[in-house]
């Protein structure tokens, strides 16, 4: 599927397309990119450092996707999808190292959870995520997944400040515990800020909320990458009509 976009700044068209990254190659590169954007924004702790890469015992069980610019052949954003099956496997989800979730058994349909999400800084922008996100919405599709978890982060290296400042705003509109609640086993260092402090919610996470996902509890504390993770859900029926063109219906 392909998507392309204007760079501005040079005046090339951007030729964007998505694929899905299959064999020990394609793995390396995504965990190539994970590493320069988590250790090198973020100074990230990550298994791998040495090689270069961001890797985990989880990336073997995965399916992985990405975003490729064809004027470089440089992989540009990526992605990991573990299903309920490959779960089941390995006893967890990813997201169960951080959380306890409960009411993931009574979710009814099959679940497939989204981690390690990333974008070059140089393509962090609405087009790049709409060619994940359609790519993301294939895998929908074809496993007719009813719902869709994950984590997406905020950085502590202020101290916390924005974590609690975006978290204001996400109670307030988009906390739910309908189908599913996410206790912390790390909860955020207490921090008491004024309620009038404006923080910007990261990208990712501001795509999740326009897809019409839910936050399910309060956010984990991720020292070794120096983020706090918020805890997402997403009913498939509950798409948001303005981007549910993206995620079609299964035939």
Same mark, same amino acid.
């Given at each position: 599927?392909?998507?392309?976009?204007?760079?501005?700044?040079?005046?090339?068209?951007?030729?964007?397309?998505?694929?899905?990254?299959?064999?020990?190659?394609?793995?390396?590169?995504?965990?190539?990119?994970?590493?320069?954007?988590?250790?090198?924004?973020?100074?990230?702790?990550?298994?791998?450092?040495?090689?270069?890469?961001?890797?985990?015992?989880?990336?073997?069980?995965?399916?992985?996707?990405?975003?490729?610019?064809?004027?470089?052949?440089?992989?540009?954003?990526?992605?990991?999808?573990?299903?309920?099956?490959?779960?089941?496997?390995?006893?967890?989800?990813?997201?169960?190292?951080?959380?306890?979730?409960?009411?993931?058994?009574?979710?009814?349909?099959?679940?497939?959870?989204?981690?390690?999400?990333?974008?070059?800084?140089?393509?962090?922008?609405?087009?790049?995520?709409?060619?994940?996100?359609?790519?993301?919405?294939?895998?929908?599709?074809?496993?007719?997944?009813?719902?869709?978890?994950?984590?997406?982060?905020?950085?502590?290296? %202020?101290?916390?400040? @924005?974590?609690?400042? !975006?978290?204001?705003? +996400?109670?307030?509109?988009? /906390? #739910?515990?309908?189908?599913? &609640?996410?206790?912390?086993?790390?909860?955020?260092?207490?921090?008491?800020?004024?309620?009038?402090?404006?923080?910007?919610?990261?990208?990712?996470?501001?795509?999740?909320?326009?897809?019409?996902?839910?936050?399910?509890?309060?956010?984990?504390? %991720?020292?070794?990458? @120096?983020?706090?993770? !918020?805890?997402?859900? +997403?009913?498939?029926?509950? /798409? #948001?009509?303005?981007?549910? &063109?993206?995620?079609?219906?299964?035939?």
């Amino acid at each position: 599927m392909n998507r392309t976009a204007r760079a501005d700044d040079t005046r090339i068209e951007r030729r964007l397309q998505a694929e899905r990254l299959v064999g020990p190659h394609a793995l390396r590169e995504a965990q190539a990119l994970r590493f320069a954007v988590f250790s090198g924004e973020l100074k990230a702790k990550l298994k791998g450092a040495e090689q270069g890469l961001d890797m985990d015992d989880f990336d073997a069980h995965c399916r992985h996707i990405g975003v490729r610019d064809l004027n470089t052949g440089r992989l540009v954003a990526t992605t990991r999808l573990l299903d309920h099956q490959a779960a089941r496997g390995l006893g967890r989800f990813y997201s169960e190292e951080e959380f306890s979730l409960h009411g993931l058994s009574g979710l009814q349909g099959p679940v497939l959870e989204i981690g390690r999400t990333c974008v070059d800084a140089a393509y962090r922008n609405g087009g790049t995520i709409a060619v994940l996100w359609a790519e993301l919405a294939e895998v929908l599709n074809e496993g007719r997944y009813s719902y869709l978890m994950g984590c997406a982060s905020i950085s502590m290296q %202020d101290g916390g400040i @924005q974590a609690q400042a !975006v978290m204001q705003r +996400l109670r307030d509109r988009y /906390l #739910c515990n309908e189908h599913l &609640r996410a206790e912390p086993k790390k909860p955020l260092p207490s921090l008491d800020i004024p309620s009038n402090v404006i923080a910007e919610v990261p990208p990712l996470l501001k795509a999740y909320m326009r897809l019409g996902a839910k936050v399910c509890g309060e956010p984990c504390w %991720d020292e070794e990458f @120096q983020v706090a993770d !918020v805890f997402i859900l +997403l009913k498939r029926d509950n /798409l #948001c009509p303005r981007y549910a &063109r993206h995620f079609k219906a299964a035939v």
